[in-house]
């Protein structure tokens, strides 16, 4: 799976929308941009994933460039409950559904939401 | 919508007992996974299941042992108890496979003492 860098830590206001980005510049073409969130003591979370195109879903919006070397998760509307480390990682979809090789996350962003 | 649950959610046990950590999913999700998260190292994948009697090794199996004989649960036992198991403790289920989203559990704190 490609690389990504992510920026250690972000801070945003409440109300705000999150901007977060994401360098993934060694995508192959068939490896999907995923974006998961842990909150602090709790398990990770999925928020969206997508290939080529934008992305909306009830939580998020990813916008992925069009080289697909980066990408920007964007909760539009952040709230306390926002404030987790959120990890980009991209990964290709196999069609028998993959092996043993588990998800790993990266360092990830540490999302700060101030009130 | 119960979704994933885990039981217990924090457990305390003795060096060499033996321990099974329960994993149960509402969705009907064909695959299971179980990982484990420790400061340092990540999540590391122990074992998976594709669906009811099919199970798989991670990367990290060594004294644990899992079965599936319904869909919605996976449980995970330690059959002898070591320190180095100290950990938490995550369960995952995905609709199509590793390669896909996966939808986690609140996952259980185990202590080995």
């Known amino acids: 799976d490609a690389k990504t860098t992510q920026p250690t830590s972000m801070d945003c206001a409440e109300g705000r929308a999150a901007n977060l980005p994401c360098n993934h510049s060694t995508i192959s073409g068939n490896e999907y941009v995923y974006w998961y969130r842990q909150i602090h003591s709790q398990g990770p979370q999925y928020i969206i994933h997508g290939l080529k195109n934008n992305e909306t879903n009830e939580m998020a919006s990813l916008i992925i460039t069009e080289d697909r070397k980066s990408s920007t998760l964007i909760l539009p509307h952040a709230t306390l409950r926002d404030t987790a480390v959120y990890y980009c990682i991209v990964r290709a979809q196999s069609s028998s559904g993959g092996g043993a090789d588990g998800l790993t996350f990266g360092k990830g962003t540490h999302l700060i939401i101030q009130p | 919508d119960a979704g994933i649950t885990q039981s217990p959610r924090y457990k305390i046990t003795e060096t060499g007992r033996q321990v099974t950590l329960m994993c149960h999913q509402t969705w009907s999700h064909s695959y299971m996974f179980w990982y484990r998260q420790d400061l340092g190292h990540g999540l590391r994948l122990i074992y998976y299941?594709?669906?009811?009697?099919?199970?798989d090794k991670g990367e990290v199996p060594d004294g644990y042992v899992v079965s599936r004989s319904k869909t919605e649960n996976f449980p995970l036992t330690l059959e002898s108890a070591t320190r180095s198991q100290t950990s938490v403790y995550f369960c995952?289920?995905?609709?199509?496979?590793?390669?896909?989203?996966?939808?986690f559990g609140p996952g259980t704190r185990l202590t080995v003492t």
């Open positions: 299941s594709a669906a009811a009697d099919i199970t």
């Open positions: 995952a289920s995905s609709v199509r496979g590793i390669d896909y989203e996966q939808y």
